[in-house]
């Protein structure tokens, strides 16, 4: 979706809880030098202790 312009509905659909949208959205605003917003979307996944959402924020700190 982030392809063909349609960030926007990423970031929303990401904060509504589509993981596979909150971690693309989280990725874009690293790349955008936004790691703070990036950590808060991707905050909810964390509190869960998921293992590959650490891994996620683990890379974009990394980045």
Known sequence: MLE??????VGELAGGGEWFCA???ARLLGERDRQAEALDVLAPYLATGWWTATETAAGLLED
């Open 4 to 9: 063909r312009g349609h960030a926007a509905v």
């Open 23 to 25: 971690r693309e959205w």
